[in-house]
């Protein structure tokens, strides 16, 4: 995962973004997932981590996927917030 200061700065550059979420995009964005080849790539790059026996091109991907699962956690929290409040009067 990033380290905080770089979460926040992520949040900060993609509030803009959320502000024209759409409601739609907003809900196919909260239940977007990898497919099943790159999910087990990425879980077979976290146990090799685990144990420390990443090559340098390994952890260079795996580093990747990471920043992108972070990238996309904070999407899908900005679209929870556009969902709720669509949802709140």
């Given at each position: 995962m990033g380290t905080p200061e770089e979460i926040s700065v992520l949040d900060r550059l993609f509030e803009p973004m959320a502000r024209i979420l759409t409601p739609e995009f907003a809900r196919q964005l909260v239940v977007l997932r990898a497919d099943s080849e790159v999910q087990d790539r990425i879980n077979a790059l976290a146990e090799r981590c685990n144990?420390?026996?990443?090559?340098?091109?390994?952890?260079?991907?795996?580093?990747?996927?990471?920043?992108?699962?972070?990238?996309?956690?904070?999407?899908?929290?900005?679209?929870?917030?556009?969902?709720?409040?669509?949802r709140t009067p």
């Open positions: 144990e420390g026996q990443l090559t340098p091109e390994e952890r260079a991907e795996y580093e990747t996927y990471v920043r992108f699962v972070d990238f996309l956690a904070i999407l899908q929290a900005k679209a929870r917030r556009v969902l709720a409040e669509v």
